[in-house]
């Protein structure tokens, strides 16, 4: 089992910046691939951004040039630094990481992030 506990969401103004930290505990040696989905209200969830143990990067169209996702495998750790917020990043943004060797598909508990005009 995995557990994944998020940090670093809240209310920021358009324009402004978040960093969001996601820590993994647990049989945490067994995660894949990692990254940061994102549900606003009435809409599905969607993936923001992901990221492979080696390090290879996939956004979204809408967040490309604004954020990153990058991941320290010593500390167990994914975070998404999110610049130049617009009022639609808002969102809860859930982690999620994936263990192939299991099939297991993990979340977090959730995050929210809200950008205000």
């Known amino acids: 089992q995995v557990q994944l506990v998020e940090s670093g969401g809240g209310l920021v103004q358009a324009g402004g910046s978040l960093r969001l930290s996601c820590a993994a505990s647990?049989?945490?040696?067994?995660?894949?691939?990692m990254g940061w989905y994102r549900q606003a209200p009435g809409k599905q969830r969607e993936l923001v951004a992901g990221?492979?143990?080696?390090?290879?990067?996939n956004y979204e169209d809408s967040v490309k040039g604004r954020f990153a996702i990058f991941r320290d495998n010593a500390k167990n750790t994914v975070y998404l630094q999110m610049n130049r917020l617009k009022p639609e990043d808002t969102a809860v943004y859930y982690c999620?990481?994936?263990?192939?060797?299991?099939?297991?598909?993990?979340w977090g508990q959730g995050t929210q992030v809200t950008v205000s005009s």
């Open positions: 999620n990481a994936k263990d192939y060797g299991s099939g297991y598909d993990y």
């Open positions: 647990g049989n945490a040696f067994s995660i894949n691939d």
């Open positions: 990221i492979t143990r080696g390090g290879r990067t």
